[in-house]
Structure formats: structure tokens, C-alpha cells
């Protein structure tokens, strides 16, 4: 009775085909309907749309990217090690920094004097 993994990783591969197949679909169906008529594209078949996932996923994640990604993990650790190095006065001025590039339109909640008052 110890057959109870083998229909654990059979119900799993089925899912996973079930979610691969109708991915693909929408994927297919969507170019189909969009990309020909606004941009005079190809249409493109089953297998052209799965390829299409497979290369986004490689381009935009990385081929060995698995849950969330190596590359996050790494310039987050570099950037966090990079801030417990600073003194707090360099933390400080390096938020007010980033937060004027970021928000160059707020002025820190100071408030700019009126003409004429």
C-alpha cells in the first residue's frame, strides 16, 4: 500500500498538463484575437504560443529562476549589507536622495512661502 507517492506525482503531472494546456490556449487566443489586427502579425499556432511562454519565461526570469528568482536575492542581500555599512547620518541622506528622485514633485512636507504674502 505504499503506491499512495505514485498517484500523488501522476494527480500532480495531470494538473500540470491541464494548466500547461489552457495557458497555452489563452495564450494562442489572445494573440490570435489582438496582435494580426492591431499590428498585422502572424497567427500562430498551439505550439508557437507555448514557445512564446517558455521564451518570456527565460528572458524575463532566467533559466534557473524558481520561486521569486536568484537574481532578487542577490542585490538584495548586496544593497542590505551596502545599508548596515552606513552611519546613520549616510542612511539618512541617502533616503532623502532616492525619495527626491523618486517624488520630485513632494517637498518633504515643507511648505513653500506664497509670492506676496
Known amino acids: 500500500m505504499k503506491t499512495w507517492w505514485a498517484v ?5 503531472l495531470m494538473i500540470g498538463a491541464v494548466i500547461g ?5 489563452v ?5 490570435n484575437a489582438l496582435i494580426p489586427e492591431l499590428f498585422q502579425g502572424p497567427v500562430i499556432t498551439f505550439w508557437q504560443a507555448v514557445g512564446l511562454l ?6 524575463f526570469r532566467g533559466p534557473g529562476a524558481r520561486f521569486g528568482g536568484w537574481r532578487h536575492d542577490s542585490w538584495r542581500k548586496k544593497f542590505e549589507a551596502k545599508l548596515a555599512a552606513m552611519t546613520p547620518e549616510e542612511r539618512e541622506q541617502f533616503r532623502s536622495q532616492w525619495h527626491h ?6 517637498d518633504g512636507g515643507k511648505e513653500q ?3 506676496g504674502e
Open 8 to 12: 500523488r506525482i501522476l494527480k500532480g
Open 21 to 25: 494546456l489552457v495557458v497555452g490556449f
Open 27 to 31: 495564450v494562442m487566443g489572445l494573440w
Open 54 to 59: 517558455v521564451l518570456s519565461h527565460i528572458l
Open 101 to 106: 528622485r523618486c517624488y520630485p514633485w513632494d
Open 113 to 115: 512661502p506664497v509670492a
